[in-house]
């Protein structure tokens, strides 16, 4: 009905549209995923939690009773409920989410560039408080902790369907300005050469505001998802990383609901003014 003008613009307010759609993503979704900083703090949180020790827990237990045996010193069968619990307790102190921060913070750009090799968890800055601990269950008992080193770093593994999306994160992270570009361009496209600019400015604007649905759908979708994406014995952790992650997701519909608004309200006042 408006001629080759309309469907110009009718385009770029799409390209406007998906360009918002990414900057959304990457200002507030992506800054979780692709900051290694606010990834350490979120991983090592769910790493020394309560779910992170139902998984490390019986992995770093087994490795420690099979040290044990090898060097001829096995843990008696009288103890190994304790040791059991000494090393959940280890996991789960304060101590241990401070020192294996620093691991995840540079496991994190290697998740992101070969995700093929997963995500390595050290813990070998468990020792002093296994040795605490093992000391607090069974007096003496530190002394037959083996050494750091032996200690295991657990590899979470990351499926071969879901590394193309780790990827895509990490390359859209990089190019946000881009977008940011892209988004104002096409909107001064948009208006510029449609017939209608106030009814184009304002369909940009409430398209923006609809984006406001996109993390909460997200925030539900990814930690299944993220589950999936894992070996079943990794599942949970995995799952507990991806809601961690969204969990302070509202705001960023908050101030994408608002900046819609204010566009669509802007736009009205400003052509309105021109006549």
């Not at 102190?93 to 750009?109: E, I, K, N, Q, T």
């Not at 909107?187 to 209608?196: E, K, Q």
């Not at 106030?198 to 909460?216: I, Q």
Request: charged share 15%; proline share 8%; aromatic share 6%.
């Amino acid at each position: 009905m408006n001629g080759p003008r309309g469907a110009l613009a009718g385009l770029m307010v799409l390209v406007f549209v998906v360009s918002a759609a990414v900057l959304q993503l990457m200002l507030f979704v992506g800054r979780d995923v692709t900051q290694s900083g606010r990834f350490g703090d979120v991983a090592s949180r769910v790493v020394a939690s309560e779910r992170g020790a139902d998984v490390i827990a019986p992995i770093v237990t087994r490795r420690l009773e099979a040290v044990s045996a090898q060097s001829g010193v096995p843990v008696p069968a009288s103890a190994q409920d304790a040791v059991r619990r000494a090393v959940r307790t280890a996991i789960t102190r304060p101590g241990f989410r401070d020192a294996v921060r620093p691991d995840l913070v540079r496991a994190h750009s290697d998740l992101l560039t070969r995700p093929q090799d997963g995500l390595a968890i050290p813990t070998s800055s468990t020792r002093p408080a296994v040795v605490a601990a093992f000391d607090s269950a069974l007096p003496g008992a530190g002394a037959t902790v083996p050494s750091a080193d032996q200690f295991p770093v657990i590899t979470i593994p990351v499926n071969s369907a879901a590394q193309p999306a780790l990827r895509a994160v990490h390359s859209l992270g990089e190019r946000w300005a881009l977008a940011l570009v892209t988004l104002v361009l096409a909107g001064a496209v948009a208006i510029g050469v449609s017939p209608r600019p106030a009814r184009t400015a304002r369909a940009m604007g409430v398209s923006v505001a609809l984006l406001a649905v996109v993390p909460p759908v997200v925030r539900w979708i990814l930690p299944p998802l993220a589950e999936m994406a894992t070996r079943e014995t990794y599942g949970p952790l995995s799952r507990a990383f991806a809601d961690e992650l969204t969990r302070s997701w509202a705001t960023a519909s908050i101030w994408t609901a608002a900046a819609g608004i204010g566009m669509a309200i802007c736009a009205d006042l400003f052509f309105r003014r021109r006549g």
